[in-house]
């Protein structure tokens, strides 16, 4: 199957800085890659689309200017979770698809912010 | 937009006994609908899934039924297993695209 990476798998930063988290895929290339949002003992809430070489698509009461996403490349999409504060803290996970198939999620990146 | 609902929240079986766990959305758009177990702190694993071209898809002790028209869709485990034991997402797309999730099924498999 298809494997997609996510660096780091843990961030612990204090409150007000901003975090930076990677998605690639590994042996195929995405147009298209997701970002997911999981709190503790909830289910996961999408919070964008990322296109390559386009802005990103962002769903309802996720804010754009905070969560700042770049699909530089088909294989890398970047979320940057801008002036980090303590109800950011949550399990980040990324999905790419490649063309037709299912999603292909990364190991989730554990955030928490001080 | 889509919604989906999942119950129950929570489930309990003897081991060697079935699970059921059910869903329903509410876009008559979806097409895909996938099911995943997830491990605590661990990514969802793709265990099942199905399109709106199939009532039903079997996989060994796993298969899913869709009812297209009531817009429910089910998970059903035959002879549980400990190693069952997981939170179970159910889930709805257009075309394998973004992924709207059920809130949950935390199941749980006693020896």
């Known amino acids: 199957g298809a494997v997609v990476s996510q660096h780091p798998s843990w961030v612990i930063c204090k409150s007000g800085t901003s975090v930076k988290i990677e998605c690639r895929s590994l042996?195929?290339?995405?147009?298209?890659m997701f970002w997911y949002r999981q709190f503790p003992k909830q289910s996961l809430m999408l919070m964008a689309t990322?296109?390559?070489?386009?802005?990103?698509?962002?769903e309802q009461g996720v804010e754009k200017d905070k969560f700042l996403i770049n699909h530089a490349s088909l294989t890398l999409s970047t979320l940057t979770v801008t002036s980090a504060h303590p109800e950011d803290s949550s399990f980040y996970i990324c999905?790419?698809?490649?063309?037709?198939?299912?999603?292909?999620f990364g190991p989730g990146t554990r955030l928490t912010v001080l | 937009g889509e919604n989906v609902e999942q119950h129950p929240s929570t489930l309990s079986v003897q081991e060697g006994d079935s699970a059921v766990i059910k869903c329903t959305y509410s876009?008559?758009?979806?097409?895909?609908f996938p099911w995943y177990k997830q491990e605590l702190g661990k990514r969802p694993q793709l265990i099942i899934d199905?399109?709106?071209?199939?009532g039903e898809k079997k996989d060994q002790r796993i298969a899913v039924t869709l009812n297209k028209t009531a817009k429910h869709f089910s998970l059903h485990i035959t002879e549980t297993q400990p190693e069952d034991s997981a939170v179970y997402f159910c889930?709805?797309?257009?075309?394998?695209?973004?992924?709207?999730f059920g809130t949950g099924t935390r199941l749980q498999v006693f020896p």
């Open positions: 199905i399109r709106s071209n199939v």
């Open positions: 999905s790419a698809r490649p063309p037709g198939n299912e999603q292909f």
């Open positions: 876009d008559s758009a979806s097409n895909y």
């Open positions: 990322s296109n390559e070489g386009s802005k990103a698509t962002y």
């Open positions: 889930a709805a797309s257009i075309h394998t695209d973004k992924l709207i």
């Open positions: 042996d195929f290339q995405a147009t298209t």
